[in-house]
C-alpha cells in the first residue's frame, strides 16, 4: 500500500520527521509528487516496514485508514454542497496546497523566531561586554586620577625640599 509522508506525520509527527531525513539521506526509497510542497513523498507500506519493522502498529493503522489521505474531507464537504468529481479533485489540489503552504509559512515563521532569539542573546551577550567594559573604563580613569594626584604630590614634595 501506497502512504504519503502527510498521512505518517498525521498518525506518527516523529516518525515522519525521521522517515523524512531517512528519505533525503536516500536510506529508504520514496517517490516524489511533482507539485507538491512541504510533504511531497509517498512510499509502499514494505518500504517503512524493512526500514524499521517497530513501525509495524502504524502500518497496521494506516492500513486500516487511520491516516486518511485530505483529499476525502474536500469530496466529502462538496458532496453535501451538490459538488461534481472534478470540483472534487480541484478542492482536492486546493487544500494540498494550501496545507503545503500552511506547512512553509509554518517552518518559516519558527527559523525567523530561532533566529530572532540568536539574535538577541547575541545583543544581550554584547550589551554585557559593554557593561564591562564601561566599568574597567571607569576604573582605569580612577586609577589615572589616583596616579595624576600622587604624581603631583610628589613634584610638590620635591619642590618644596629644593
Known amino acids: 500500500m501506497n502512504v504519503t509522508l502527510t498521512q505518517i506525520a498525521r498518525v506518527s509527527p516523529e516518525v515522519a ?26 512510499l509502499t507500506t514494505e518500504a517503512l516496514l524493512e526500514w524499521d ?4 502498529p502504524i502500518v497496521q493503522q494506516l492500513e486500516n485508514g487511520g491516516g486518511l489521505d485530505r483529499l476525502s474531507r474536500p469530496r466529502r464537504l462538496s458532496r453535501t454542497l451538490g459538488g461534481s468529481g472534478a ?10 496546497i494550501m496545507e503545503s503552504q500552511s506547512s512553509m ?32 573604563l571607569g576604573q582605569a ?7 595624576e594626584r600622587q604624581l603631583a604630590e610628589r613634584r610638590l614634595a620635591r619642590a618644596e625640599e629644593a
Do not use: C, F, W
Request: net charge positive; proline share 3%.
Open 17 to 42: 520527521g525521521r522517515l523524512r531525513d531517512a528519505i533525503r539521506e536516500s536510506q529508504i526509497k520514496a517517490e516524489r509528487r511533482t507539485g507538491v510542497a512541504g510533504r511531497p513523498y509517498t
Open 141 to 147: 580613569h580612577q586609577e589615572i586620577g589616583r596616579l
Open 87 to 96: 470540483d472534487d479533485d480541484q478542492m482536492g489540489r486546493l487544500v494540498t
Open 53 to 56: 519493522p517497530s513501525l509495524k
Open 105 to 136: 509559512l509554518r517552518t518559516l515563521v519558527e527559523s525567523m523566531a530561532r533566529d530572532s532569539d540568536q539574535r538577541e542573546h547575541r545583543l544581550n551577550r554584547v550589551q554585557e561586554e559593554l557593561q564591562q567594559l564601561h566599568y574597567k
